[in-house]
């Protein structure tokens, strides 16, 4: 595709618009200005041919596969081939979908003389967690004139993965992700003697009866005690809900600075505010970053999504692989406008999870139907497996009377509506704790430390 450039508009102003005038008013000066205006033309179609071949000899290279975090600046190295290696002036395009961010449109590059491959990065920052798709660029060349610009659409396959943004999550749990070695390393007093089975040893008097292996006791003839130890290694399920509960949104705490007049404490000066995210999203980073936590105790992590059915399962492992695999299965995860089907989910986890673990649940149960079937399929596996229910608190959920802040009417029967929902909550907290599983509200700026500090704590107490 060949486009006119402002240089050859520029001209065009200078000689076709004056001595076209010209030769219409001074029938003298027609002969001179006809030579001069097609001699113009000349030039500029003489410049077109020969700018054909301008991009001849160009390629564009972009990675495979960019990685990317949301709301964090990145940059997308690009490499271009000169074959010919003569001095060229390119502009450059790059499609960005909508949700990844640039400001730039275009860019000028001058590749230099005897260098076949020259390199150059685009700035860029993803708003939007997601897998993306550059298929081709955009080049243009300049005519040996400068009258025309020759543009080409260059096949460029690029994969763009946008990750959630675990920096902010990482800042205020730095304490437990800090790599110190052996040095400042301190003992965590261990609740409990432990439940895994180590080894045999002989009777020695004041050993319980509890304690007595009476099966090799039996064949040795002589009293046999078994020997446990503190569990090490443990394994850790996150259960994300993705379903159509998951899909609300959550206002920041910042973006009710407005509302409340009064500044949060973790928002320092000059901080930008920040919009309203989706419970799902806060899911997938507080899952993420709870993977992390148990990497660093040694523990195992697994994962399960679910909707109306099940979605993604990873077993329980460890290691820098298995937590990429981990990452690579959320980023993409996405609300499903659909109900929640907790009986096939009891019934895929009483299955396939055989082993003890700590099942973590990320959901909403604000539905009192939904809450009710939630109960009822808890009874399958609570009794082998040990249960977190977590769900971030809905804005103006609170108890009667706890906020001060009541103006009018509207504020009376809007506090009257979040202490029926806050009681409802409560009611369904009661019945979950019967039956030997915590339910808790988590606030949505801290979910994920207060979701770390959950795990911590079963850990401490060798509650698993």
């Known amino acids: 595709m060949i486009v006119p450039r402002s240089r050859l508009l520029l001209w065009v102003a200078l000689i076709v618009l004056p001595f076209s005038l010209l030769g219409a008013v001074e029938k003298s000066a027609a002969p001179f200005s006809f030579v001069l205006i097609a001699a113009m033309i000349l030039a500029a179609l003489l410049d077109a041919l020969l700018g054909r071949n301008s991009l001849a000899g160009i390629e564009l290279q972009l990675p495979l596969i960019v990685r990317m975090s949301k709301d964090r600046d990145a940059k997308i190295e690009i490499r271009i081939k000169n074959n010919s290696r003569k001095p060229r002036r390119l ?27 020259s390199r150059m990065t685009w700035s860029c920052q993803p708003i939007r967690r997601g897998n993306y798709r550059l298929h081709s660029s955009f080049v243009e060349g300049i005519s040996p004139l400068g009258f025309w610009g020759i543009r080409r659409q260059l096949p460029t396959p690029s994969e763009i993965r946008v990750y959630p943004n675990l920096l902010t999550e990482r800042k205020s749990l730095a304490a437990l992700f800090m790599n110190r070695g052996a040095i400042g390393i301190h003992a965590q007093r261990q ?33 046999v005690t078994k020997i446990f130890q503190v569990e090490r290694t443990q394994e850790i399920y996150v259960i994300i809900d993705s379903s159509r509960l998951s899909s609300r949104l959550q206002p920041s705490a910042r973006t009710l600075i407005s509302a409340s007049g009064v500044v949060p404490a973790n928002m320092t000066t000059g901080e930008t505010l920040v919009g309203e995210t989706s419970m799902l999203e806060r899911f997938v980073t507080a899952a993420l970053v709870l993977g992390l936590a148990a990497e660093k105790q040694g523990d195992l992590f697994g994962l399960l999504t679910f909707s109306d059915k099940v979605g993604t399962f990873l077993r329980a492992r460890n290691g820098n692989a298995h937590y990429n695999a981990c990452r690579d299965a959320l980023y993409t995860l996405q609300p499903q406008s659909v109900t929640p089907d907790f009986d096939e989910l009891s019934s895929f986890i009483r299955l396939r999870l055989r082993r003890r673990a700590l099942l973590v649940f990320l959901t909403a149960l604000d539905d009192p139907l939904l809450a009710q079937s939630f109960v009822r399929n808890m009874d399958l596996i609570c009794r ?31 506090q009257l509506g979040g202490h029926l929902l806050w009681n409802n909550l409560r009611e369904l907290e009661k019945v979950l704790k ?24 079963v850990k401490q107490r060798q509650l698993l």
Do not use: C
């Not at 497996?385 to 009541?406: E, K, T, W, Y």
């Open 91 to 117: 502009r450059l395009g790059l499609p960005f979908p909508r949700e990844i961010h640039s400001p730039l449109e275009e860019m000028e590059v001058n590749l230099p003389k005897d260098e076949e491959w």
């Open 191 to 223: 609740i409990g003697k432990g439940r895994d089975f180590e080894k045999l040893r002989e009777y020695i008097p004041g050993d319980g009866y509890d304690e007595i292996h009476w099966k090799a006791t039996a064949k040795r003839g002589r009293p």
């Open 384 to 414: 082998q497996h040990l249960i977190l229910v977590n769900m971030i608190q809905p804005p103006g959920v609170a108890s009667l009377f706890s906020r001060p802040n009541v103006t009018s009417t509207d504020d009376i029967y809007q």
């Open 434 to 457: 019967r039956r030997g599983v915590r339910f808790s509200l988590l606030e949505n700026e801290r979910m994920s430390s207060q979701l770390v500090s959950q795990y911590l704590g």
